[in-house]
């Protein structure tokens, strides 16, 4: 990040896979990064950048949090904490509200308090089933609609800047997330086939690097004074694909048939069939091809295989 070793970052979200690998690139560029966890958190994600970063332990409070922002008096703030759950049962709803709308409030509220003025945030591609202006897939995407609507008073009577960075599917090395690639693995090495939908519905996969890379543009953009009030922006492959073609790909990777029983389960309520074409971010694009991506992610399996065994 331009600069960024002359300004002090505050990172929510870190020992998530996205939050993860940006609080490394922050550290690579020596920035003077300061991390809200809450109690409990995965902190041994954070592996080797431990001893470089800044730790504050939240705990669930306003003044809580207020009270870590202006010890932290960053610059900016990268906001990539949330809960996800594709689908919410009614016993996840106070979650899903308490993680993406009352946390993301409080961060919001101790900003414009401690006068911290420039904000990064995440949202997801799924606000806009079917390509849509606003129609969230599921109750997750809904909650990232409801802080952006926060978001707006806090432009309008705080003059925070925002730019929401909108993601696709992410993927990369060492992702220990229960997604499609750990799924296709544990399919290959069981040899028992697996019931999936038809699969022709439409992923958009951006290589982990990639989406860092885009939140380091965003926060440029921010700290060049481009931004004015709250820009909304896709992180997109630009090359949306199949679920068939993507499980294919992955299988011409491994050398190996992926042994899937199409069709044996019917698609899930609202499952994307049509992905979001959103605005993209000006200086950013992706650099790295799926069958790239793929192949770097094999091989670092595999390297890490041989240093266990």
Not at 140 to 158: G, L, M, N, P, S
Not at 246 to 254: E, S
Not at 269 to 289: D, I, N, Q, Y
Request: aromatic share 8%.
């Amino acid at each position: 990040m331009a600069g960024s070793g002359n300004h002090r970052i505050l990172l929510t979200g870190a020992t998530g896979f996205v939050g993860c690998h940006l609080a490394r690139s922050l550290v690579a560029d020596n920035a003077d990064l300061h991390v809200i966890v809450r109690e409990g958190s995965e902190i041994s994600r954070l592996g080797q950048i431990r001893d470089r970063i800044t730790l504050h332990f939240h705990d669930g409070t306003t003044e809580g949090m207020a009270g870590i922002v202006a010890d932290a008096a960053p610059k900016l703030v990268f906001h990539l904490a949330s809960l996800f759950l594709s689908e919410h049962r009614i016993e996840d709803v106070e979650r899903l509200v308490s993680s993406n709308i009352l946390f993301s409030s409080q961060l919001l509220e101790a900003m414009a308090r401690a006068d911290v003025r420039l904000l990064v945030n995440t949202g997801t591609s799924w606000q806009h089933y079917e390509g849509k202006s606003y129609s969230p897939v599921n109750l997750y995407a809904a909650t990232k609609q409801a802080f952006e609507a926060i978001i707006q008073y806090y432009v309008e009577t705080a003059g925070i800047r925002v730019v929401t960075l909108k993601l696709f599917d992410t993927y990369g090395p060492d992702d220990w997330r229960p997604k499609l690639f750990k799924l296709l693995r544990n399919i290959v090495e069981s040899g028992a086939p697996l019931a999936m939908s038809p699969g022709e519905q439409l992923l958009d996969l951006v290589y982990i690097d990639d989406a860092t890379a885009a939140f380091v543009v965003a926060a440029d953009r921010l700290l060049s004074g481009t931004v004015n009030d709250h820009e909304r922006y896709a992180v997109s492959s630009g090359s949306p694909l199949r679920l068939r073609e993507i499980v294919a790909a992955f299988g011409k990777v491994l050398g190996s048939e992926i042994p899937i029983q199409w069709g044996g389960r019917p698609y899930r309520t609202r499952e994307v069939m049509a992905t979001w074409k959103g605005p993209v971010l000006p200086g950013w694009a992706p650099k790295v091809s799926l069958a790239e991506g793929l192949q770097r992610m094999v091989a670092y399996s595999s390297s890490s295989k041989q240093e266990r065994g």
